[in-house]
T-cell receptor, first 116, second 120 residues
Framework: AQTVTQSQPEMSVQEAETVTLSCTYD???????LFWYKQPPSRQMILVIR??????QNATENRFSVNFQKAAKSFSLKISDSQLGDAAMYFC?????????????FGTGTLLAVQP | DSGVTQTPKHLITATGQRVTLRCSPR?????VYWYQQSLDQGLQFLIQ???????AKGNILERFSAQQFPDLHSELNLSSLELGDSALYFC???????????????????FGPGTRLTVL
């Protein structure tokens, strides 16, 4: 069974600085998808970024980028020029590509605080 | 706004009772997922429906059941409620139900605002 691990329960960053959130996963599959979701205090789950395992190029969405290391099974999220609105819980998630379901397997989350 | 709606937003009930949570997916989405978020279990996948049929089951208790109706809305029924069932229940929807993604748009899951269930 696949597992997702986020080893940083809490992180803090100064406004305008850069922060990296870590995620590792365990799988025997060669093809899969990885996601970062953001959960602000409103509790809404918002997709931040998506990575396909067969793509070597790291995904980027504006100030958000990932460092995808397939061999190491690592998928970290870098937030550049941090803003107060980035304060939230961030979840790393995995989904298989070969099965009949799109279900997501989530890590335990990292709570990010942004200091003004 | 993700386009996924969930009702009610909050639900307070007593142990032993039964409740129904409702979810309307985004227009055009055929797949509905239910997730439970609790302090001790984190975010867990419960069950998925695709175009009216059950597609996958996760750690869903036997006291819980779900269905997806012809208009694609879904309901999650929780019965014989226990204190430990108190949690935030999310519904998500996507176009596709599984396998290789046709595009990043068809497999992306969009989450509703959740229903907060409190069992007293």
């Amino acid at each position: 069974a696949q597992t997702v691990t986020q080893s940083q329960p809490e992180m803090s960053v100064q406004e305008a600085e850069t922060v990296t959130l870590s995620c590792t996963y365990d799988t025997s599959e060669s093809d899969y998808y990885l996601f970062w979701y953001k959960q602000p205090p409103s509790r809404q789950m918002i997709l931040v970024i998506r990575q396909e395992a067969y793509k070597q190029q790291n995904a980027t969405e504006n100030r958000f980028s990932v460092n995808f290391q397939k061999a190491a099974k690592s998928f970290s999220l870098k937030i550049s020029d941090s803003q107060l609105g980035d304060a939230a819980m961030y979840f790393c998630a995995y989904r298989s590509s070969g099965g009949a379901t799109n279900k997501l397997i989530f890590g335990t989350g990292t709570l990010l605080a942004v200091q003004p | 706004d993700s386009g996924v709606t969930q009702t009610p937003k909050h639900l307070i009930t007593a142990t032993g009772q039964r409740v129904t949570l409702r979810c309307s997916p985004r227009s055009g989405d055929l797949s509905v997922y239910w997730y439970q978020q609790s302090l001790d279990q984190g975010l867990q996948f419960l069950i998925q429906y695709y175009n009216g049929e059950e597609r996958a089951k996760g750690n869903i208790l036997e006291r819980f059941s779900a269905q997806q109706f012809p208009d694609l809305h879904s309901e999650l029924n929780l019965s014989s409620l226990e204190l430990g069932d108190s949690a935030l229940y999310f519904c998500a929807s996507s176009v596709d139900g599984g396998g290789l993604a046709r595009s990043s748009f068809t497999d992306t899951q969009y989450f509703g605002p959740g229903t907060r269930l409190t069992v007293l």
